[in-house]
């Protein structure tokens, strides 16, 4: 038996609840490779998952957590032997499949990467799923020609998750770095990240008023979406590029194909959910190496199993900052 955050779901009422119980190795669903999880996050589907509410969960009773990293206990194949540290974001795990509040974790062998030699399991967590995607979104920003010098990156939502891994990565690599937030006393934690100009969420959430404004940004990483996206479209330089993760802001795009036709602005959406194993690798050792790893530690809340059903409720209300680390033996 091994303890995990288990949710369930009245029948008659439809409510769920949340609750660290013990279970049994074969209540794991299916697939080849068996880790023991050392490490998870909190991001803001597993607070939907641990809600009342709980809309992103098919299958009740529901382990969620939508990223891992530990060490292989058992494999089904060749690729991955007892005593290899994997790390798996994606693939719907914590939503369709038991993910990695649980202290074993049982998957298919093409969702795990094996972990680059640099990171360890818990540090690995402190990027988690959040700067994992945040990597991404920089390595598409490169791949259509940022680079350091070329002016302002504009991070916004830059105190969340996404945000304040992106803005560490882009400032280690040599960017100036703006960081969009509503919360004034996220400045100092923000500049202690790297980023060189502190944006107030207001300014850049106005009402669109013209399709094109100066240019301003030569490239953003967005993790707001909505009408703050089609703001921040108008305001690119000339062949920019916006990498956009997000939907907080709504799926909704109040913009015109002006910024597009007219100054040659690029839209990269980024999906870190079925990314090509390539691609993870690449991210992962990319993150390995450019990464600050001793600003990890101002990302960081440390958490357990039983801190998660009120986590859970706080990060739906805007409430935690950061990356929530969760020690599954803690």
């Given amino acids: ?29 299916e697939g080849e490779v068996t ?23 098919r299958k009740y009773p529901h382990v969620p957590g939508i990223d891992f990293a530990g060490t292989v206990e058992a494999s ?12 798996l974001t994606g693939w719907r795990v914590g939503e ?17 990467v094996p972990l680059p030699e640099g990171l360890s399991t818990k540090q690995a ?23 350091p010098g070329q002016g302002l990156v504009l991070v916004t939502g830059a105190s969340g998750g996404v945000g304040s891994v992106a803005t560490a990565i882009l400032a280690n690599l040599g960017y100036e770095v703006a960081g969009v937030t509503g919360r004034p006393d996220s400045a100092d934690y923000l500049k202690s990240l790297g980023a060189t100009e502190i944006v107030a ?12 404004e100066s240019e301003r940004w030569a490239g953003c990483v967005d993790a707001v979406g909505g009408a703050m ?11 920019a590029s916006v990498a956009a993760v997000g939907l907080a802001g709504g799926a909704g795009l109040p913009a015109t194909v002006v910024p597009f036709l007219l100054r040659g602005v690029n839209l990269l959406g980024i999906d870190s959910v079925m990314q090509p194993y390539e691609n993870r690798l ?11 790893m001793d600003k990890l530690e101002a990302m960081i809340q440390p958490a357990t199993l039983a801190d998660l059903p009120q986590l859970g409720a706080d990060i739906l209300k805007g409430q935690v900052r950061g990356r929530v680390v969760v020690d599954i033996a803690g």
């Fill in 1 to 29: 038996m091994f303890k995990a955050l288990v949710v369930e779901k009245d029948e008659d009422s439809g409510k769920t609840s949340a609750a660290v119980k013990d279970i049994a190795l074969e209540d794991l669903p």
């Fill in 35 to 57: 880790v023991a999880v050392e490490y998870s996050t909190l991001n803001y589907k597993d607070g939907l998952c641990i809600g009342p509410g709980g809309g992103l969960v």
């Fill in 76 to 87: 089904e194949d060749d690729r991955y032997k007892p005593g290899d540290r994997v790390v």
């Fill in 96 to 112: 369709a499949h038991w993910g990695g509040y649980a202290e074993k974790a049982r998957v298919k062998a093409d969702w795990l």
């Fill in 125 to 147: 967590m402190a990027v988690g799923t959040a700067g994992f995607t945040a990597m991404l979104a920089v390595m598409a920003l490169e791949d259509h020609g940022l680079a």
């Fill in 201 to 212: 969420r207001e300014e850049i959430a106005e009402t669109v008023k013209r399709p094109l």
């Fill in 229 to 239: 996206l089609a703001r921040v479209l108008g305001q690119m330089k000339y062949g």
């Fill in 282 to 292: 690449r991210a992962w050792k990319r993150i390995a190496k450019d990464l600050p």
